[in-house]
C-alpha cells in the first residue's frame, strides 16, 4: 500500500481536547464533527486601532443535508472550554458559513465565522435628542442602554465630566443620531479608552488608567514564550503637543514638550470636538497624553505563547530573562488582544501588547522600597524609562534591600 493510501485511510482528528462544548442557539453540537481547529480573535489587532469584535472561526465534517438549517448565519455560536479559568472562549452571531467539497470521497467542511456583539453597534442609531451633562462613564451606559446591548464600564473610571449633547442644526434645534459604534468610538477618545466583549458576549468600556489594579500581574514563565517577533520603535507615534477640544467645539487647550520638540521637532496630534465639559479638565487630560507619547519607546508588539493563559485585556504581563539583545531583561506590557489558535492538541495565544506607560501605568513613587538609595539607581537609566522598578535599578539588590 502506498503512503498515500495510508494517510488516506488514517481517521482523521475530530474532538478538539480543549473545547468543551459548542451551542447553536440552545442546542449542542456534535463534538464529534467538529475539527481540531479553532481560531478566536479577541481585542484589538493593532493597540492603536479603533475598536473591534471579537470573532470566532469552526470548521465541521461530516453534517448532514437535513442538519444545514442549524448552521445558517443569524444563530448564536458559544464556545466553551474544557477547564474552569479558559471556560467562556467566545460567544457571538453567526455571519457567514461555507461548505466546501471536493466532491470526492471525502466529507464536505462546513466553515463557520461568527462575530461577537460588539459588531452590531454599528448598526443601531443612538443619540436623535438631547444627552444631559453627566459623568463619562454615566454617558457611555447611556449609548449602551440606548442600543440595546449589554456592556458594562470597568472600575475605576476617570472623574471626566461631559457636556451635554448640541443640536446639530441649531435653527429647528434638532439633534444628530450616530450608530452606536461610533458614538462609544467617540467616547473612548475623549478620556483615553478601549471597548472589548468577553467570553460571554458582554461588551466592557475600559479607561486606560482603570488598568492599574484592574488584573493581578501576570508573570509569564520563559518557557512558554516564543520570542520571534523583534523589538521595535518609531518616531511615528511620538506627540509633543496636543490640542484638545472641549464642549464639542466650545474651545481648546494646547500643551507642549519642549524638551521633545527640541529633539524630534513639533509633532502634534488633535481631538477638535471631545465632549469633555471644560478647559479645566480638558488640559488634565492633555496633559496625561502628553505625558505617555511625547517619548519613543521599545515596544515587543507581540508574542506567542505555547500554552494558554486566562487573560483579559487590560491585563499587565510580566516577560523575565530577556536576552541580551533586548533593551531590557524584564518587560512589563498591556495586554490589547490576543489571538486563540487551537490545532489538535496545541493551544498557541499569539498576545498583542501596548507599552505600559501608554496606559499611564508609571512607577509611582510609592511603589519604590525604603531602603533604596540613589547610588543604586542605574545612571544610565532614563526617566521615561523608570516605569518598572528592574529598570530603574539592580532587581535583584533592590529585592534584598526590601
Excluded at 16 to 23: A, C, V
Aim: aromatic share 8%; with cysteine.
Amino acid at each position: 500500500m502506498s503512503a498515500l493510501a495510508e494517510l488516506e485511510l488514517e481517521a482523521e482528528p475530530r474532538v478538539n481536547p480543549w473545547i468543551g462544548s459548542i451551542y447553536l442557539d440552545d442546542k449542542p453540537v456534535n463534538l464529534a464533527n467538529v475539527l481540531a481547529s479553532v481560531t478566536i480573535r479577541h481585542g484589538r489587532e493593532d493597540p492603536d486601532g479603533p475598536i473591534q469584535a471579537s470573532t470566532a472561526d469552526v470548521k465541521l465534517k461530516g453534517v448532514a443535508r437535513s442538519s444545514l438549517v442549524d448552521f445558517e448565519v443569524g444563530h448564536v455560536l458559544t464556545i466553551r472550554g474544557t477547564t474552569a479559568d479558559l471556560s467562556n472562549l467566545f460567544q457571538g452571531r453567526l455571519t457567514d458559513a461555507t461548505i466546501d467539497d471536493d466532491g470526492g470521497a471525502s466529507e464536505a467542511v462546513a466553515s463557520l465565522i461568527a462575530v461577537s456583539p460588539l459588531a452590531d453597534a454599528g448598526g443601531i442609531n443612538v443619540g436623535g435628542h438631547a444627552w444631559p451633562a453627566e459623568p463619562w462613564a454615566s454617558r457611555v451606559g447611556r449609548i449602551l442602554n440606548e442600543a440595546g446591548l449589554w456592556g458594562a464600564v470597568d472600575a475605576p473610571s476617570p472623574d471626566v465630566p461631559i457636556a451635554a449633547t448640541k443640536p446639530s442644526d441649531p435653527e429647528t434645534g434638532a439633534f444628530a443620531s450616530l450608530d452606536a459604534l461610533a458614538a462609544l468610538e467617540a467616547a473612548r477618545d475623549d478620556v483615553g479608552a478601549t471597548v472589548w466583549d468577553d467570553g460571554n458576549g458582554t461588551i466592557i468600556v475600559q479607561a486606560f488608567e482603570a488598568r492599574g489594579g484592574l488584573f493581578p500581574l501576570l508573570e509569564l514563565p520563559p518557557s512558554i514564550v516564543l520570542y520571534s517577533p523583534p523589538w521595535s520603535q518609531t518616531l511615528a507615534g511620538v506627540r509633543n503637543r496636543i490640542v484638545l477640544g472641549y464642549g464639542y467645539g466650545a474651545g481648546s487647550v494646547t500643551v507642549d514638550d519642549h524638551v521633545s520638540q527640541s529633539i524630534y521637532g513639533v509633532r502634534w496630534t488633535g481631538l477638535f470636538d471631545s465632549g469633555i465639559a471644560d478647559q479645566a479638565h480638558a488640559l488634565e487630560r492633555a496633559s496625561e497624553w502628553l505625558n505617555r507619547l511625547a517619548y519613543p519607546k521599545w515596544a515587543l508588539p507581540g508574542v506567542t505563547l505555547l500554552e494558554p493563559q486566562a487573560l483579559a485585556v487590560g491585563m499587565v504581563v510580566e516577560l523575565t530573562e530577556l536576552p541580551d539583545s533586548a533593551p531590557f531583561s524584564t518587560w512589563r506590557a498591556v495586554v490589547e488582544g490576543w489571538v486563540d489558535t487551537i490545532e489538535g492538541p496545541d493551544w498557541t495565544q499569539d498576545l498583542i501588547l501596548s507599552d505600559p506607560q501608554l496606559s499611564g501605568l508609571a512607577l509611582p513613587w510609592q511603589e519604590l522600597p525604603p531602603a533604596l538609595q540613589w547610588q543604586a539607581v542605574k545612571p544610565t537609566c532614563r526617566w521615561r524609562d523608570a516605569f518598572y522598578l528592574g529598570n530603574l535599578t539592580d532587581l535583584t539588590l533592590t529585592q534584598e534591600a526590601a
